[in-house]
């Protein structure tokens, strides 16, 4: 088995590359070690670019809470056009743009699974405490994105299964303040839950958004 993890040098995503690592070769690429730039689509072509022959499992494991400091919004008075439109750069319109670029790197001939991490805040229809607007909204947009790519890359990649992940509340520095009342985990438990679920995904379930126990999430 073949893997690829972007944004690996994340929380998350350096536990997926040591799981990975224990089941076959992995490669990682990130903005650290590769220069990946989310906003910017042509370091994206370059970087996924460089990247030779196909992957059985690609996990987009990108993301940012706080950018530039911009924190959560609890209210309409916080709105902000600029740190909405920084969300939906990075969390939103980034990883679409690596699926668009990832998609020569997904065999045609067998299972391949592409795996983008998102949030039960993105949830429309589970939001019940309303604020955090620009996140959730980012979140959501992500969910619309991989759902609809997941329709078109099926004529053409018939066994492939693209999902959506979310992996709970980890102990990461994207988290660390907002953790609140939730159960946290490690980021090598949350990395084993999330391709313990990955692992059972078929392409009947392409476009799904599922949450670290494998059961669906309301959109």
Do not use: C
């Amino acid at each position: 088995m073949r893997a690829l993890v972007i944004g690996a040098s994340g929380g998350i995503g350096a536990a997926l590359m040591a799981a990975l690592a224990r089941r076959g070769e992995v490669v990682g690429v990130s903005r650290r070690g590769d220069g990946l730039d989310l906003t910017d689509e042509a370091s994206v072509a370059t970087v996924m670019g460089r990247l030779e022959g196909s992957f059985d499992t690609l996990i987009v494991a990108t993301g940012a809470l706080e950018i530039a400091g911009a924190r959560p919004e609890k209210s309409l008075r916080a709105l902000d056009a600029g740190a909405m439109a920084a969300q939906f750069a990075l969390n939103a319109i980034g990883p679409a743009l690596v699926v668009k670029h990832a998609l020569r790197l997904m065999p045609k001939d067998r299972v391949a699974r592409l795996a983008v991490l998102s949030a039960r805040v993105g949830s429309i229809g589970d939001n019940a405490l309303g604020g955090w607007y620009s996140y959730r909204a980012a979140k959501a947009a992500l969910n619309q994105l991989v759902h609809t790519a997941s329709i078109e890359v099926a004529r053409s990649h018939p066994h492939a299964v693209l999902a959506l992940l979310h992996p709970g509340t980890v102990a990461t520095g994207l988290t660390q303040a907002y953790a609140g009342g939730h159960a946290v985990v490690t980021p090598e438990v949350a990395a084993e839950h999330l391709l313990a679920v990955l692992d059972g995904l078929r392409p009947a379930d392409s476009g799904g958004f599922f949450d670290w126990k494998g059961e669906r999430i309301v959109w």
